[in-house]
């Protein structure tokens, strides 16, 4: 029997190697795209629980300090695990289950969202967590058990960590003007998140085979794996509100149990328009007969006059004056493209010379008129803007709903200043810098 080596007094026994660190550009992969997937997950999550809460300082409130609240949350016990069990067990198995659960939120959310009546501050709390909180918790795990393994070298301490923060933060910035200014413009909120959802899943089975290879670590349980799976057909079959995702809005058109003809073009949780498509003259809003009032105000009846709306929705006050004042001349700015698909699909839009339609801000639009000016910045330039641009023609008149933005803050709700722009051809007699008060009918946004 072979004798035991003695250990020599006043030393340490031998301790166990150190695990060994990532290739270099692995580690920085797995920072970047954890860190980025949980920005990911914050952008698409406002516009996931929107369709049911609406979109309000609340609900950016919430879904911003839950994001923050998982990051924190993961960064700190990620980083104490990682001192207690060797990180590269862990890696892989948390990218797979932060990419499953990615996945797995689009049909949390709306199952969630369809049971949760009212935009009251729980609905808005209930729904943000839903949304964010355990797969960016996860995924935030991940960093500092990277930064673990990549510690070799004490001397090395700072430039390591500072390297592996930064590529974090990268990736973080990264996600946040990539989805907001081309994902979210280019594609539905749901294939925003199932996708970063499977790269993810994808990375972390990836890195699993990396380090099983390696150092028989890391394996990603089945398990996590099929999750991913099941969540994706999950949401593929979860209720949604949307009959089409435009690039600002969860946006349908539903029809008028009482009125056969009567059409409501609902975005988000906000009745924007309503349009009859039999009788244009219809006009269902209070807000929307108060600004039709001015124009009766302010011109002889039955005369043409050119009208510029900042703002179209489904274009109910074009259609009004198109029909009461034939040979009106209508120029409708919209941000929203989709919007306007719709109303060419759903609501009967026919553009001609009389009735244009350009998909640009309301501020660029007043900009290139004659007396607008520069682009306003705010709202309340934009309301003078308007006037100005009617004041710049003779017998010029504006209508629009002054102060709805504080009453609706307020409220809750979000805040969007309408305005329209009325100027006279021929109404010498007419007033000028006309502006009307009117409320909107429950529900309604009076930006339409």
């Known amino acids: 029997m072979p004798a035991e080596e003695s250990v020599p007094a006043g030393t340490s026994p031998p301790t166990a190697a150190p695990p060994a660190p990532l290739a270099g550009w692995v580690a920085a992969t797995v920072t970047f795209l954890s860190s980025a997937a949980v920005l990911v997950m914050e952008i698409v999550g406002l516009r996931l629980i929107a369709p049911y809460v609406g979109v309000t300082l609340q609900t950016s409130t919430a879904v911003i300090g839950f994001a923050l609240a998982a990051i924190a949350l993961g960064a700190w016990t990620g980083g104490a695990a990682a001192d207690r069990i060797d990180p590269r067990r862990l890696i892989a198995p948390l990218m797979v289950a932060g990419g499953a659960l990615v ?79 081309l994902l979210i413009a280019i594609l539905p909120s749901s294939v925003v998140l199932v996708g970063t ?37 999950l949401a593929a079959v979860a209720p949604t509100p949307c009959e089409e995702e435009t690039a600002y809005h969860c946006a349908r058109v539903v029809a008028d149990p009482e009125r056969d003809s009567g059409r409501v073009l609902l975005l988000d949780t906000l009745r924007h328009s309503y349009v ?24 002889p009846a039955g005369a043409a006059i050119s009208a510029l709306h900042v703002g179209g929705g489904g274009l109910t006050l074009p259609r009004y004056l198109a029909e009461v004042r034939p040979g009106t001349r209508s120029l409708v700015v919209e941000v929203d493209p989709g919007v ?14 009389e009735l244009q339609v350009r998909v640009a801000d309301g501020r660029v639009g007043l900009a290139d008129e004659p007396g607008g000016g520069a682009r306003p910045r705010h709202r309340g330039r934009l309301r003078r803007a308007v006037r100005a641009v009617a004041a710049h023609h003779p017998g010029g008149a504006a209508a629009g709903r002054p102060g709805a933005g504080r009453r609706r803050r307020l409220r809750g709700q979000p805040d969007r200043q309408p305005a329209a722009g009325v100027r006279a051809r021929g109404a010498r007699d007419a007033a000028r810098g006309v502006r009307a008060r009117g409320g909107a009918g429950p529900g309604a946004d009076p930006h339409r």
């Open 103 to 181: 996945i797995a939120v689009l049909p949390l959310v709306r199952f969630t969202g369809s049971l949760v009546g009212g935009a009251d501050a729980g609905a808005v709390l209930l729904l943000a967590a839903v949304a964010v909180v355990v797969p960016a918790a996860l995924l935030s795990a991940v960093p500092p058990m990277v930064v673990k393994l990549q510690l070799s070298d004490l001397e090395e301490t700072g430039a390591v960590v500072g390297r592996l923060s930064g590529i974090g933060t990268l990736g973080a910035i990264a996600a946040t003007f990539v989805t907001g200014f």
């Open 276 to 299: 009859d498509l039999a009788d244009p003259t219809h006009l269902e809003f209070e807000y929307v007969r108060a600004i039709a009032s001015v124009t009766d105000a302010a011109f």
């Open 197 to 233: 959802g499977v790269v993810t899943v994808a990375v972390g089975v990836a890195l699993g085979i990396l380090l099983q290879r390696g150092s028989g670590y890391g394996r990603a349980p089945v398990a996590l794996v099929v999750l991913a799976v099941v969540g994706a057909g």
């Open 340 to 353: 306007v698909a719709i109303d060419r699909e759903q609501l009967a839009l026919e553009t001609s010379d």
